[in-house]
C-alpha cells in the first residue's frame, strides 16, 4: 500500500501512473488496489504539486491530466476498496 499524494481525475476514476513504455505518463482506470499501487505517488502536497505543475507545462503530457486533482492516496483506497 502506498502512502502519499497522486493525481487523479475524479470524473473518469482514473489515476496517473507510468505508460507500459515505462517512459510516458497515462491515466489508468481504478479497477482494483494493483491499479493505486502502480499511480505515480509524491510524498508529499508540495512535491505533488511540483510534479502536477511540470506535466501541466509540458507540451507531450499536459492533455494527459486535463481535468485532474490531487489526492491523498488513503482517499482512494477507502473510497474504492
Do not use: W
Not at 513504455?21 to 489508468?28: E, I, Q, T
Not at 506535466?55 to 482512494?76: F, M, N, P, T
Request: proline share 4%.
Amino acid at each position: 500500500m502506498s502512502n502519499g499524494y497522486i493525481i487523479f481525475n475524479s470524473r473518469t476514476n482514473q489515476v496517473l501512473c507510468l505508460a507500459p513504455d515505462k517512459k510516458s505518463l497515462a491515466m489508468v482506470d481504478v479497477t482494483s488496489p494493483s491499479i493505486l499501487n502502480k499511480a505515480v505517488c509524491a510524498p508529499d502536497l508540495t512535491a505533488a504539486k511540483n510534479v502536477f505543475l511540470r506535466i501541466q507545462r509540458s507540451e507531450d503530457h499536459k492533455d494527459v491530466i486535463a481535468g485532474a486533482e490531487i489526492q491523498h492516496i488513503a482517499r482512494l483506497y477507502k473510497k474504492f476498496f
